[in-house]
């Protein structure tokens, strides 16, 4: 596709070049004058145009953009044969960029696509400057995302999408302001990775999570064992204390219900057969 884009200044384009049409040019307007009167009230309905609210309509006079730049909405009057125009849509456009083979910084070739927002904020410049600024804002798009990813890793491509998308965005308002477009938002849909990578970061996170595990794990262990430290030094200081504990575990045990509870012997007559 072959886009032509000759610039035409924001002075340029909406000033009143149809001052400059010349004497032909003002006879040619002048016929059509006296056609249109002559062929009323017939010619009135060819003379009136509409243009809906989220409209607006270039008016060429002789090929020349006529005074007051972009039309409407409402009604506007045209003459016959010397006078045509050109509708805009001045809606807010979306539309996905192609999945995009990009080249990280760190040398990882990824697959990312997203989505644009934009719309039409100059009529005359859109109508002016470029041939078809929707496909020109789609192709400037797919290029702008390779090349601001092609400066990241990938390691800011996966974490800073909010960041890349700010940039592209920046980056294509700034370029498409001469052609009357004002883009509104880039988002970045999805990171796609080669499977093998893929691959090789599950089996890292599953490392990590492994290891995280076993540390949490020596930790309680630690934990445990000085928490044990501590009551045995309680007990040796105060042997009353042990058996403090001895009664509430058989407490404990028959507050469950069950059918037959083992009273221990006590420690004293335990030791006196340990003594034999």
Same mark, same amino acid.
């Given at each position: ?5 000759d610039y035409v ?103 990312? %696509? ?6 039409? !904020?100059? /009529?005359?410049? =859109?109508? &002016?400057?470029? @041939?078809?600024?929707?496909? $020109? ?52 849909? %999805?990171v796609k990775l080669?499977?093998?990578? !893929?691959? /090789?970061?599950? =089996?890292? &996170?599953?490392? @990590?999570?492994?290891?995280? $595990? ?63």
């Open positions: 596709m072959v886009i032509s884009i200044s924001r002075d340029s384009a909406l000033e009143n070049p149809d001052t400059d049409i010349g004497l032909c040019g003002w006879l040619l307007v002048a016929f059509s004058i006296l056609l249109m009167l002559a062929t009323l009230p017939i010619s009135i309905w060819m003379c009136i145009k509409i243009v809906k609210e989220y409209e607006r309509a270039i008016i060429f006079r002789l090929g020349r953009i006529l005074r007051g730049g972009a039309k409407g909405p409402g009604l506007f009057f045209i003459l016959p044969c010397t006078d045509s125009f050109i509708n805009v849509d001045m809606r807010t456009i979306t539309f996905d960029i192609p999945p995009q083979e990009v080249l990280t910084k760190d040398s990882v070739t990824v697959s990312v %696509d997203g989505v644009v927002y934009y719309r039409v !904020q100059n /009529a005359t410049l =859109a109508v &002016a400057n470029i @041939t078809n600024a929707d496909a $020109a804002t789609r192709l400037l798009a797919q290029t702008t995302l390779r090349n601001v990813l092609g400066t990241k890793n990938l390691a800011e491509i996966l974490s800073d999408r909010e960041e890349i998308a700010h940039s592209m965005q920046s980056t294509l308002d700034d370029a498409t302001d001469d052609w009357g477009i004002k883009v509104e938002r880039v988002e970045i849909k %999805d080669p499977h093998q990578l !893929q691959r /090789a970061m599950a =089996a890292e &996170a599953e490392a @990590t999570r492994e290891a995280r $595990a076993k540390v949490i794990a020596a930790e309680g262990e630690m934990n445990a064992s000085r928490a044990l430290k501590e009551a045995s030094l309680v007990i040796a200081e105060s042997p009353s204390a042990l058996q403090l504990r001895y009664l509430q575990t058989l407490n404990t045990i028959a507050a469950e219900k069950n059918s037959t509870i083992i009273f221990p012997l006590p420690l004293e007559m335990m030791q006196g057969f340990i003594k034999h």
